[in-house]
């Protein structure tokens, strides 16, 4: 084979099966394709997570979605891969290379209820399904602050399943990703779009990650074009503050970094992070501000000082915090 046939040769995108997967994965093959000039084909994974009925909580949480594509990835199976942000761990394995974390998509949650229903105007005792403790400590604390009584129901499945809950009436609400039902065209279907002030989503949510090995430099150096720089330092913060509290995606915590300008100058960044029980009673909850990171170490050192704050305020207590 000369350079020629190899340079025509189609990039192999590992991704997961699921509509939402297929779709991001999409839309990330068609910005490789233009910035490479070469073919990207789809090449679909099936993990553990997929597979698996059971809470995330209890077959692992963080990972559970992503050791599949990163093990073809090392077995040369597949060219690169891309993930959903939220589902990484946040240690990278030392012969994969996190090439390119595109613009976020919106970080927040949003609740689709019956009726166009929002949540202030939930009947008591509503039925609101969601697979995240993080979102249960989160909900249940707020219906707290209204003098609601609702209860969490805990879920899983593709955003059909989820909405297919409200549908039929066995459930009031769900609460999902804004970003999934926005690559999928169904953010229209969300009758609120919670305000962070309130549900402050999980740490690097929105984002995707693309993910290649190491030593493929020359598609490395391709895929960094795809790169957000503002998005990195945002969710490398939100990250870095998740795991100083040695949480994973199974852990009641929420996180989000927002650029705060000055004019059109991004002069700031802000992180709010939240750690509570999953029945609403307690919640540690604090925020920090700084220069907009110059480095990965400013990002870094940025969520490893808000951690060490609210560790201070109580949060390690509320870490064994889990689904049932």
Not at 103 to 124: M, S, Y
Not at 184 to 190: D, Q, S
Request: aromatic fraction near 2%; proline fraction near 5%.
């Amino acid at each position: 084979m000369n350079d020629t046939s190899t340079q025509q040769r189609p990039l192999r995108l590992g991704t997961r099966r699921s509509q939402l997967a297929m779709a991001q994965s999409g839309q990330v093959a068609e910005a490789v394709r233009r910035v490479t000039g070469r073919p990207v084909e789809l090449v679909e994974i099936t993990t553990y997570g997929d597979v698996s009925r059971e809470a995330l909580a209890q077959i692992g949480g963080t990972g559970v979605f992503v050791s599949a594509l990163r093990d073809a990835l090392l077995a040369g199976e597949i060219d690169f891969a891309v993930h959903s942000l939220k589902d990484l761990p946040t240690t990278q394995p030392d012969d994969l290379l996190l090439a390119a974390i595109p613009r976020r998509e919106d970080p927040r949650d949003a609740l689709v209820a019956r009726d166009g229903l929002t949540f202030e105007d939930l009947p008591r005792g509503a039925r609101i399904g969601t697979g995240s403790p993080r979102r249960m400590a989160q909900l249940n604390a707020w219906a707290r602050s209204l003098g609601q009584e609702i209860e969490t129901v805990p879920i899983r499945g593709n955003i059909d399943t989820r909405l297919g809950f409200v549908a039929n009436g066995e459930l009031d609400a769900v609460v999902l990703a804004a970003a999934g039902l926005n690559r999928l065209g169904r953010i229209g279907e969300a009758t609120q779009l919670l305000d962070p002030d309130q549900i402050l989503p999980a740490p690097g949510q929105g984002a995707l990650a693309i993910e290649c090995a190491v030593t493929n430099a020359p598609l490395a150096a391709a895929l960094a074009e795809l790169d957000d720089p503002h998005t990195r330092a945002a969710v490398t913060a939100e990250r870095a503050l998740l795991a100083a509290l040695e949480a994973g995606c199974s852990a009641p915590v929420g996180a989000l970094a927002d650029l705060l300008a000055s004019g059109q100058v991004v002069t700031e960044m802000r992180l709010r992070g939240v750690v509570g029980s999953t029945d609403g009673s307690t919640l540690v909850q604090l925020s920090t501000t700084g220069p907009v990171p110059a480095s990965q170490e400013d990002a870094l050192a940025l969520g490893r000082g808000l951690a060490a704050e609210m560790l201070d305020k109580g949060a390690a207590g509320l870490m064994g915090e889990r689904a049932l």
